[in-house]
């Protein structure tokens, strides 16, 4: 059974960065598509990025590309999620996700978020 705990979250003004981590235990995830999802007060979760097991193939939704970055070190068994030019409308808990499938980006591992406020 895969844990995984993210950690980074937390305050940032308008225009600034954040790096997002999640660190992976109970069971090796370099073989597994991963991923971080989103949900802001009032909505629905959503899909925020994704990458392959070897790190070469990613994907991101829309509303972020070009200003988050996804990445992954397999030998340490985590994955991050680089944030640049925030907005206020990035402010949501932030979930990772694990082993998601290929058509329906369903992961079979959720951690349980961390908190990212994007605000003066």
């Known amino acids: 059974q895969v844990q995984l705990v993210e950690s980074g979250g937390g305050l940032v003004q308008p225009g600034g960065s954040l790096t997002l981590s999640c660190a992976a235990s109970g069971g090796a995830i370099r073989w597994y598509r991963m991923g971080w999802f989103r949900q802001a007060q009032g909505k629905e979760r959503e899909f925020v990025a994704s990458?392959?097991?070897?790190?070469?193939?990613?994907y991101y939704a829309d509303s972020v590309k070009g200003r988050f970055t996804i990445s992954r070190d397999n030998a340490k068994n985590t994955i991050y999620l680089q944030m640049n030019t925030c907005e206020p409308e990035d402010t949501a808990i932030y979930y990772c996700?694990?082993?998601?499938?290929?058509?329906?980006?369903?992961?079979?591992?959720w951690g349980k978020g961390t908190l990212v406020t994007v605000s003066l």
């Open positions: 996700a694990a082993d998601l499938k290929e058509t329906t980006r369903e992961p079979n591992y």
């Open positions: 990458i392959s097991w070897s790190g070469g193939i990613t």
